[in-house]
């Protein structure tokens, strides 16, 4: 069974400084990962995908990951916080059951950049 | 492009009563999806519509919950009758698959239901 692990409940960074999410998934196949953002009373938004290709995939808002196989991590990264960049992080993996699958979430990380 | 639209935004209702959540999906996705997300938790799939199939109802709540994609577009999701812990946002998700492989899901905005 598919399954992600985000280790973090919740990760404080300073403005303008880097921030990293983490995130480590188990999978039985090749493993589609995602990660996606949540606002306050919004619902989530898309980030970022890895399917194939590059290990380093780049995203929306100057957000990337990189997929890393041997350490079975997919850690999402930013060089520079932004106060607003301050949600809630999911990090998914794609589950290959049924004829097309859906998502499984991580428990989430709350992200909090101070100025 | 207009989103994933839900409604209500927020209900509240006393244990026992009834409630009811509508989604309308990205017009032309064929795909979507109901999920429960509970407080500090990640969303849960609680079903999965292909069309106006549901092929993934394995965690729904048979005995309470029940839902409907008649005409394969918009979604209702019902609880009857509701308790105190289904005080949830629940999550729409919709995504158009085909046969080149996975798309990724557009979400609604949720709604927050409380059980009093």
């Known amino acids: 069974a598919q399954s992600v692990a985000q280790p973090e409940d919740q990760v404080n960074v300073a403005e303008g400084n880097p921030l990293t999410v983490k995130c480590t998934y188990s999978v039985s196949g090749n493993p589609y990962l995602f990660w996606y953002v949540q606002y306050p009373n919004r619902g989530l938004q898309f980030l970022l995908k890895?399917?194939?290709?590059?290990?380093l995939v780049k995203g929306s808002y100057g957000f990337e990951a990189e997929f890393n196989k041997s350490q079975t991590s997919f850690h999402l990264k930013k060089p520079s916080a932004l106060v607003s960049d301050s949600a809630l992080y999911f990090c998914?993996?794609?589950?290959?059951?049924?004829?097309?699958?859906?998502?499984?979430f991580g428990k989430g990380t709350k992200l909090s950049v101070k100025p | 492009e207009a989103g994933v639209v839900q409604s209500p935004r927020y209900k509240i209702i006393e244990k026992k009563q009834p409630v009811a959540f509508w989604c309308n999906p990205i017009?032309?996705?064929?795909?979507l999806y109901w999920y429960l997300q509970n407080l500090g938790q990640g969303p849960e799939l609680l079903i999965r519509y292909e069309n106006e199939e549901a092929v993934d109802d394995s965690q729904l709540p048979k005995d309470r919950f029940s839902a409907e994609r008649l005409k394969g577009v918009d979604s209702t999701l019902k609880i009857q009758p509701a308790e105190l812990g289904d005080s949830a946002v629940y999550l729409c998700?919709?995504?158009?698959?085909?046969?080149?492989?996975?798309?990724?899901?557009?979400f609604g905005p949720g709604t927050r239901l409380t059980v009093l």
């Open positions: 890895y399917i194939t290709g590059d290990n």
């Open positions: 998914a993996v794609y589950n290959y059951g049924g004829s097309q699958g859906n998502l499984i």
């Open positions: 017009s032309g996705h064929n795909t």
């Open positions: 998700a919709s995504s158009l698959v085909g046969t080149s492989g996975y798309n990724e899901q557009f």
